[in-house]
């Protein structure tokens, strides 16, 4: 079975950091390239970055450059990302999904997670 477990969120004050993580399992971790999208409340998901299954490059959506950092641990199967100084506007729940192309392409989006809330609070 194809799963993408997203973990890692939870309530965070307004300035801090949290890191998420992404397992993958039931397919080739290494023939896919791995990306983060965002959806808040009442808002259309959003994309936030991606990297590479080839060489581990990465690539951000211009407003998320800076405060998003994604990397991977490929004996772990495992995608992170880690989000740094959080504004309120962040709050969403964040999906991991994996495609062949890259950068991932909405449309082209083969696997999803089932994603994980992210609260940031004054």
């Known amino acids: 079975e194809v799963q993408l477990v997203e973990s890692g969120g939870g309530l965070v004050q307004a300035g801090g950091s949290l890191r998420l993580s992404c397992t993958a399992s039931g397919f080739s971790f290494d023939d896919y390239n791995i990306g983060w999208y965002r959806q808040a409340p009442g808002k259309e998901r959003e994309g936030v970055g991606c990297?590479?299954?080839?060489?581990?490059?990465?690539y951000y959506v211009d407003s998320m450059k800076g405060r998003f950092t994604i990397s991977k641990d490929n004996a772990k199967n495992t995608v992170y990302l880690q989000m740094d100084n959080l504004k309120l506007e962040d709050t969403a729940t964040y999906y991991c999904?994996?495609?062949?192309?890259?950068?991932?392409?909405?449309?082209?989006?083969?696997?999803w997670g089932k994603g994980t809330l992210v609260t940031v609070s004054p």
């Open positions: 999904a994996a495609a062949e192309v890259y950068p991932l392409n909405y449309n082209a989006i083969q696997f």
């Open positions: 990297i590479s299954n080839s060489d581990g490059y990465t």
